[in-house]
Each structure stands twice: as structure tokens, then as C-alpha cells.
């Protein structure tokens, strides 16, 4: 397969990240009022890599009607390859509802675009990518979940740095214990896990925080295991280094939407800036670089629900606050 690259490749020497997963809609109700936005998880943190520079290959099937015109729009103005194919079929639907700035979730997800998958057109699109990022709606049920647990594990043993955030969403998922069966066996076989305090919860259910972060960090193979902790800060977990920031601070909060997903595109990118997509390089990194990784990730997600819906921030927007 001959990768098309569009012009907003960056830096011919930069690391590649493939990223796929769920693409969809989420039609928002917030206050009464309803508006329609592009977003899915992995959608987002390819979204929010190539705002910041990255050079990015979005490798999941998108749409033709519409709905995935937006999406595809939405991507490609981002400066993201699309390297996936577009299908005749329909764009997976998000209805979210906000209350108190906390979104709720309802999908509609079958025989849709996005799942329209096989092991070799994914693992074809993996030919020089650096780096390979998905998770949340993609591992949760049917074929094309367990095509994406075999992508994941060719990606590792081919020596890419494997990304996962689980973005558990238990409210959705049909075979609970057949899920965590699923998302155990995954974590063998990553380089970095992202995921919060209530994903934790539901993968751990009778644990407590500390427990189920201990015996994550004993089953995976991940060289960095990061949690987030809405306002309580976010944790970062490496060989050598245990390391906690604060949360930043939010100026004009407008909802959470897509806040994980800037943190997890924002991890990615600075540990690409800092040399450190391996576990190897992960493992020699000082404390400090650490807390620069959640720092920058922090303030990311804070610039983002700082605004409506799933927004990044773009580099300089990031450095502006950080520096």
C-alpha cells in the first residue's frame, strides 16, 4: 500500500504517530441548547497532535456522506494526514448531554465508518510511523475491537511506541467482564498508558486507587502510566520517578469535552519533543523532565475546556502559557 501524504507534513525527520479509532459526532445538549461537533477520542488526540505540529497519519475509515465530510475536514485543517479509507457508510452519532460542566455519553455505533476495519489495512498504514495511539469506544466490543488488540500487539513486537488510553465508558459497554479480559491482555504490550482516576475505578472496581494503580503498574509493560485527576492534578508513574503536578487552572470554564484527549495529544508530543517515544529513553528520564511532560499536558487540557467542545491548543498557544 502507498501511503498518500498531504502537504502539511511537517519535519521530514519527526516522528510519525498513527493514530486510530472511533471518529464520530457528538451532537451536545448544554443549557437546552444543541450544536454538532466533530470528536471521538482518538479523532481528538490526532486532532490535537497535528495542531501542535506533529507530523500525524489518521489510519481509521471515515465516512463519505456528509458527517464525515466534516470529520475529514476537521482533520486535514489540523494539518493530519488521512491515510484511512473513506466508506459507504454511515458516521458514527455521539448524544451528549452536559450538566455542571460534566459531559454524559450515548452512542450509536453500529455499521458505521469507523469500524470498518481489517488487520492488514491498519498494519499497512503503520509503514514508518514511530508511534502508534488509540483506545476508548475502539476496544470495546465486536470485531473490530479484536482486530485492534492484534494491531496493537504487531505494533509493539515491531518495537513502535504504543500508546492507550481506555477512556472506559462502562454506562456503554454490553460484556463488562469480557471488556477488562480485553484491555488486560492489551496492557501487556504497551509503552504508555494514559487514563483517569475514574477509569481506574471501573477497571478496579474493588480496589482502592493506590491498590489498582500498584497492580496496573505490576501487569503492564508500560514504561509510563499517567492518571489524571480532574481538579486534584494528574500522576505520572515511571521505573525510577513518581511524580504529581497540581491541576492548571482554568480561566473561563466552558465544559470538559475532549480535556483527556488534549492531555494524551499533549503527552505524546512532548515526549516526541524530548526524544523519549521508548521505553528505554522513558526509563532514563530525570524527574524533572517528568513534570515537564505532565506540566505541559495540564495546562493543555486546561486551555481546552477553557473553550466549547473538543478545542486544542495549537504549540505556541501551549508554550504561551507554559513558559
Known amino acids: 500500500m502507498t501511503v498518500p501524504e498531504n502537504s502539511n507534513r511537517q519535519d521530514k525527520n519527526s516522528p510519525l504517530f498513527a493514530i486510530g479509532g472511533e471518529n ?19 479523532f481528538n488526540v490526532a486532532m490535537g497532535l497535528g495542531r501542535q505540529g506533529a507530523y500525524v ?3 481509521s475509515p471515515i465516512s463519505k456522506d456528509p458527517w464525515g465530510g ?39 455505533r453500529e455499521g458505521t465508518a469507523e469500524r470498518d476495519i481489517t488487520f492488514e489495512g491498519l498494519v499497512d498504514q503503520l509503514t514508518e510511523a514511530s508511534a502508534l495511539h488509540t483506545g476508548s469506544l ?3 466490543k465486536g470485531d473490530d475491537a479484536g482486530i485492534w488488540e492484534r494491531v496493537l500487539a504487531y505494533a509493539f513486537d515491531a518495537g513502535l511506541f504504543v500508546s492507550l488510553d481506555p477512556n472506559v465508558r462502562m454506562s456503554v459497554i454490553e460484556d463488562i467482564q469480557n471488556y477488562r479480559e480485553r484491555i488486560f491482555r492489551i496492557v501487556q504490550k ?7 482516576d475514574e477509569d481506574l475505578a471501573d477497571l478496579y472496581p474493588d480496589q482502592s486507587l493506590d491498590d489498582a494503580l500498584c497492580e496496573l503498574s505490576q501487569h503492564s509493560s508500560a514504561a509510563l502510566i499517567v492518571l489524571t485527576m480532574g481538579p486534584l492534578g494528574a500522576l505520572a508513574i515511571t ?22 484527549d488534549t492531555f494524551a495529544a499533549t503527552l505524546l508530543m512532548s515526549l516526541a519533543e524530548m526524544d523519549c517515544l521508548s521505553s528505554e529513553r522513558i526509563n532514563a528520564a530525570t524527574e524533572d523532565e517528568v513534570r515537564s511532560l ?24 501551549l508554550m504561551e502559557k507554559v513558559l
Open 70 to 108: 466534516k470529520l475529514a475536514a476537521g482533520l486535514e485543517d489540523a494539518g493530519v494526514n488521512l491515510t484511512g479509507l473513506r466508506v459507504n457508510l454511515p458516521t458514527t452519532m455521539a448524544r451528549v448531554e452536559i450538566k455542571d460542566g460534566i459531559p454524559s455519553y450515548r452512542f450509536e
Open 24 to 42: 464520530l459526532i457528538d451532537h451536545v445538549t448544554n443549557d437546552g441548547q444543541v450544536t454538532a461537533k466533530v470528536g471521538g477520542s482518538p
Open 294 to 317: 505532565l506540566t505541559q499536558a495540564s495546562v493543555a487540557a486546561a486551555i481546552n475546556c477553557g473553550r466549547e467542545g473538543c478545542d486544542p491548543p495549537t504549540r505556541a498557544e
Open 239 to 260: 521505573k525510577h520517578h513518581r511524580v504529581q503536578v497540581d491541576a492548571a487552572p482554568v480561566e473561563n470554564l466552558m465544559d470538559a469535552i475532549g480535556a483527556g
Open 190 to 196: 504497551v509503552s504508555m498508558i494514559k487514563l483517569s
Open 138 to 140: 475502539t476496544l470495546t
Open 57 to 59: 497519519r489518521y489510519i
